[in-house]
Nanobody
């Protein structure tokens, strides 16, 4: 399986940004997909997850601001970041697997995409 994350960059606080995670070599629609992030000097942490039946889960730090979604026809999951804050600055990674695997960060990883929130 290969995961390609993209869409990172510099965004101002209060702006918006959409990350994409495109999968290949896997039957995308049957698996859950999650987003994790790792800020400098910190451990990787869970951000959001969507199951194969579109059930979503979010960390408390992004709930109400970020939205995870998926388009199975494009083998792609998205993370829409609204009202980002400087503390959202991190490398964002996507993870794919069963729901249990993704919730534990035990699925397959893609490379990260850097998001910098700064004015």
């Amino acid at each position: 399986v290969q995961l390609q994350a993209s869409g990172g960059g510099l965004v101002q606080p209060g702006g918006s940004l959409r990350l994409s995670c495109t999968a290949s070599g896997i039957m995308f629609s049957v698996f859950a997909v999650g987003w994790y992030r790792q800020a400098p000097g910190k451990q990787r942490e869970f951000v959001a997850r969507i199951t194969n039946s579109d059930m979503t889960s979010y960390s408390d730090s992004v709930k109400g601001r970020f939205t995870i979604s998926r388009d199975n026809a494009k083998n792609t999951a998205y993370l829409q970041m609204a009202n980002p804050k400087p503390e959202d600055t991190a490398v964002y990674y996507c993870n794919i697997g069963t729901t249990t695997e993704v919730d534990r960060g035990a699925g397959s990883w893609g490379q990260g995409t850097l998001v910098t929130v700064s004015s």
